[in-house]
């Protein structure tokens, strides 16, 4: 796949403003990072391709989105940022204005590799829902045969036993099903959570 231009930008789901989103990034060469304190900060290699990473922020996904497109030491953010805001903004994801994307500190795995300049993150879906999805579509995308684990809990500090970071290999028409997967991924939860709230 060739890097985006336009920055596909996709929010599905009711009017929350928190939710679950899927971060999809190319790597433009192979790279060996360091994700911290993972695995004693032993090097992961990502190869050239294609990855998914799968996060929820329950009360600010726009916010939390917008800080993944940021960079250490005011760097230059990722090419995304400034058309996540504009898009957040119009969905009512954030408010006010847009200022220079603040200076961050590594602290989710994911931001060990958005770090990198070979990385760049080409699209964004939002999952805008109440419930909590993040582990069940990391479980569900890593049970897909166009994925692949990278490394085991890769992506999952908040979640042991589930890995959020993976490889995809596929084909365009894979990616463009994604958010109706999503939907119908939120409609088991909510459904399986209203029947529990009747017990």
Not at 13 to 42: H, K, M, P, Q
Not at 81 to 95: D, P, Q, S, T
Not at 121 to 141: D, N, P, Q, Y
Request: charge should be positive; include cysteine; hydrophobic fraction near 40%.
């Amino acid at each position: 796949m060739s890097e985006s231009t336009n920055f596909p930008i996709t929010i599905l789901g009711d009017e929350s403003l928190g939710g679950t989103y899927l971060l999809r990034l190319l790597a433009r060469e192979g790279l060996a990072v360091r994700f911290g304190r993972f695995r004693g900060g032993e090097p992961i290699t990502i190869p050239a391709g294609e990855c998914l990473y799968v996060g929820s922020a329950m009360r600010g996904v726009g916010v939390r989105v917008l800080r993944h497109a940021g960079r250490v030491d005011g760097a230059t953010p990722q090419p995304i940022r400034a058309a996540l805001w504009e898009r957040f903004l119009a969905a009512g994801l954030v408010k006010g204005k847009q200022r220079p994307s603040p200076p961050k500190r590594l602290h989710w795995h994911i931001d060990y590799l958005l770090e990198r300049p070979e990385a760049v993150l080409t699209h964004v879906i939002v999952l805008r829902s109440r419930v909590r999805l993040e582990t069940a579509v990391a479980h569900w995308l890593a049970q897909q045969p166009e994925t692949c684990i990278l490394a085991p809990g890769l992506g999952a500090r908040d979640a042991p036993g589930s890995t959020h970071l993976l490889g995809v290999r596929t084909d365009e028409a894979w990616w463009q099903a994604l958010p109706h997967q999503l939907l119908l991924l939120d409609e088991a939860a909510k459904s399986a959570h209203n029947s529990l709230d009747k017990q």
